[in-house]
């Protein structure tokens, strides 16, 4: 998507997204070694009894949605990072995640013409409805000095 076709209150949903124990497994070992992300039999005694994902992993999905979504073929280029994130619930393997995207403010910087700052909540929610992810992210797009206006 085009920074101009981004409006408020707006919605974009993308997914599912099957996360797979390997996948898990693969990035605990890498990014999140600890033991109810890696060790199955430890996590099948633990508080969650059962593995679950790391949340920058769950992170990362909402990330790969959203790109495949609205940020491919964008003008965007990068981010200042996120008012909050939060991770509601535990994703496991075996969960489908599904992303919705809820556009709060598309607007030209004020100091700097050629910029669009895109302020979106992102929100991943599993198989059964139950929300895993809850997020507010601010997109960062190039823009030409010959667009106009507000996005």
């Given at each position: 998507?085009?920074?101009?076709?981004?409006?408020?209150?707006?919605?974009?949903?993308?997914?599912?997204?099957?996360?797979?124990?390997?996948?898990?497994?693969?990035?605990?070992?890498?990014?999140?070694?600890?033991?109810?992300?890696?060790?199955?039999?430890?996590?099948?005694?633990?508080?969650?009894?059962g593995l679950i994902a790391s949340g920058w992993q769950t992170c990362g999905i909402a990330m790969r949605l959203a790109?495949?979504?609205?940020?491919?073929?964008?003008?965007?280029?990068?981010?200042?990072?996120?008012?909050y994130v939060k991770w509601t619930n535990p994703v496991r393997p075996g969960d489908q995640l599904s992303l919705k995207a809820t556009v709060i403010e598309p607007r030209r910087?004020?100091?700097?013409?050629?910029?669009?700052?895109?302020?979106?909540?992102?929100?991943?929610?599993?198989?059964h409805g139950a929300e895993v992810l809850d997020l507010e992210v601010t997109s960062l797009f190039a823009l030409p000095a010959s667009a106009g206006g507000e996005g």
């Open positions: 998507m085009k920074f101009a076709e981004f409006r408020a209150g707006q919605v974009i949903e993308a997914g599912p997204y099957l996360v797979t124990e390997e996948e898990l497994l693969r990035f605990a070992e890498v990014y999140d070694p600890q033991w109810f992300h890696t060790d199955k039999a430890a996590a099948d005694k633990g508080r969650f009894q790109a495949q979504a609205a940020l491919h073929d964008s003008e965007s280029f990068a981010s200042p990072g996120a008012s910087s004020r100091t700097q013409a050629t910029l669009g700052l895109l302020r979106w909540r992102w929100q991943l929610f599993n198989q």
